[in-house]
């Protein structure tokens, strides 16, 4: 369209696969390539195996895998309860009040993850909500870092919601409570699960905040991926990373279908 | 009747507020408690007065000068960098398709749910000091040491996040461009508009908004990020948010390291800001 030679149009299309292939396909390869072979000293790695990928179902890798599904899950879920539960909250007001009050819920979007991870670590590691070593302060943590995405997405869903329904339902003789969980939460489901499936991804992915309050037992994916590079087994850090966005992207992909066919039905 | 009508509408009041008071906690208990505790550590010293020591101490040290320049540098070429690339394939697979162009247009979208250090992880095995790059001009040329040296660097930071953050970049640039009506396009060609000419008066206005919302969400994530930074284990390139977690977790200087958390907020902040009025501009326009 814009260019209409037919050897400018190719000549583009090169380049744009010679940029792809560079940026973005080349990394992959190199990681998929080193987590599937033996040893990576010469140009090219040698030897093919899987030991990597057993070892990553293994140990402390099978643990930080537990762990990190543990803390997404958990970290979500609760996020999911308070988007939902404030979106619908900020609704009742005028939309004035609604733009600034919704700031506050998006305010945790615009510190950076370190800085949370500063905070969670003084304030909950002495004082009356002590909780240093547990599971507690990561997923706290997680869902402060989450919330915020879990919230506009919800509020968006909300905003596209049409009031008729409801509005309709009302007059029907539906008291508020019926209304809620017959009308508007079922309308609401799809944006749910769209808002689970990034706040799943989010958590899994998480680094800069976990790094500084994470307690022994409780690993999670990124930073075990870290300790094995940092330790030299760089072909196990790059097999559990390979699981790690495997993980995440089934998650994502399978609650995203769920979405679809609710918004279909 | 008149009597019930203040009693139903004072409760008519009361009830949202009422509803809205447990989200609202939740976010005050876990999220601006430990806010206040940050700024309260950062302006007191060491014997609990309130005071700006803590500030003019950090404001004076070379190492943090170093990591503020560092970070405004980074942030500034990766999002350029960002912009760049972006742009240019976005246009390429928006109005010049080819056979898979849209494959590669998903397998871009992937990345944005990927991890950030995943890249950096990726890098060293192929600009690494023995990674395929290296390995293979040494193999060619016999070069005695790696000729490609720039991934411990400040250069290594910057392309990884530009790898990591132009997908932020091209998904809402390309919905911008889906948007543009096709015949405007045909039209200015058809009158002898060369594709320079296209791209700089009818595209570029269109695309505005979403240039500068991407933009600005890769000033902001660039500007916090830490993965990369960490994975690659550079010397030389402290960042802020590097800082503050080697203040607080390697040296374990807590007023130190919240004061230059609360500076990397601020600035964090100042930028959301300019994320937010760009994508209200988004909102106004469609």
Not at chain 2, 37 to 58: E, K, M, N, R
Not at chain 2, 81 to 100: A, D, H, V
Request: net charge positive.
């Amino acid at each position: 369209m814009l260019i209409w030679s037919r050897k400018g149009r190719a000549a583009l299309g090169l380049v744009a696969i010679l940029l792809f292939a560079l940026f973005f396909l080349l990394p992959l390869v190199a990681i998929l390539m080193s987590s599937l072979s033996r040893q990576w000293n010469d140009v090219l790695p040698t030897g093919f195996t899987l030991s990597h990928f057993t070892n990553a179902f293994h140990g402390g890798s099978k643990d930080s895998l537990i762990a990190s599904l543990t803390v997404a899950f958990g970290s979500s879920l609760f996020a999911l309860l308070y988007g939902v539960w404030a979106a619908l909250a900020l609704r009742q007001y005028h939309f004035r009040i609604q733009k600034w009050l919704s700031m506050a819920f998006y305010l945790p979007s615009a510190i950076p993850s370190v800085s949370i991870g500063l905070g969670a670590l003084v304030a909950f590691s002495q004082g009356p909500l002590q909780m240093n070593g547990t599971l507690w302060i990561v997923m706290i943590t997680h869902f402060v870092l989450i919330s915020a995405f879990t919230f506009s997405n919800i509020s968006t869903g909300l905003m596209r919601v049409s009031g008729d329904i409801e509005n309709v339902a009302s007059s029907l003789g539906a008291s508020p409570r019926y209304r809620l969980y017959h009308i508007t939460l079922p309308l609401l489901l799809p944006w749910m699960v769209s808002a689970l499936a990034l706040s799943l991804s989010l958590s899994m992915g998480e680094l800069g905040a976990t790094m500084i309050i994470y307690p022994p037992g409780w690993i999670t994916l990124p930073v075990a991926i870290f300790s094995l590079t940092d330790r030299g087994s760089i072909a196990d850090g790059a097999a559990l990373a390979i699981v790690q966005v495997a993980v995440t992207l089934f998650l994502m992909l399978s609650l995203e279908r769920v979405a679809k066919r609710l918004v279909q039905r | 009747m008149p009597l019930f009508l203040p009693v139903e509408q004072s409760t008519r009041h009361l009830r949202p507020f009422l509803w809205l008071l447990m989200p609202l906690l939740v976010l005050a208990v876990l999220f601006f408690w430990p806010l206040s505790l940050i700024v309260q550590h950062a302006l007191s010293d060491d014997s609990g007065h309130i005071g700006l020591g803590t500030f003019w101490q950090v404001i004076e040290s070379r190492r943090f000068l170093g990591a503020l320049i560092n970070t405004l540098q980074i942030a500034c070429f990766a999002t350029i960098g960002c912009l760049l690339l972006g742009s240019l394939l976005s246009l390429i697979l928006e109005f010049t398709p080819f056979p898979g162009s849209r494959i590669i247009g998903r397998v871009i979208d992937t990345f944005i749910a990927m991890p950030t250090f995943l890249i950096t992880l990726a890098f060293t095995f192929i600009y690494g000091s023995a990674g395929l790059l290296n390995g293979t001009l040494m193999s060619l040329f016999d070069f005695d040491l790696p000729p490609v040296d720039f991934l411990y660097s400040m250069k290594g930071v910057i392309l990884a996040e530009i790898t990591v953050f132009t997908p932020l970049v091209m998904r809402p640039l390309m919905a911008a461009l889906r948007q543009i009506d096709k015949s405007q396009l045909e039209a200015a060609s058809i009158l002898g508009a060369t594709p320079l000419k296209v791209i700089l008066q009818v595209l570029l206005p269109a695309a505005l908004p979403a240039l500068m919302a991407g933009g600005s969400l890769c000033l902001l994530l660039t500007t916090n990020e830490f993965g990369i930074v960490f994975f690659i284990g550079a010397k030389g390139v402290n960042t802020l948010p590097m800082m503050v977690y080697s203040k607080a977790l390697l040296e374990s200087d807590y007023s130190v390291a919240c004061m230059i958390a609360l500076i990397n907020i601020a600035l964090s902040l100042g930028l959301f800001t300019l994320y937010r009025l760009a994508t209200s501009r988004i909102g106004t326009r469609n």
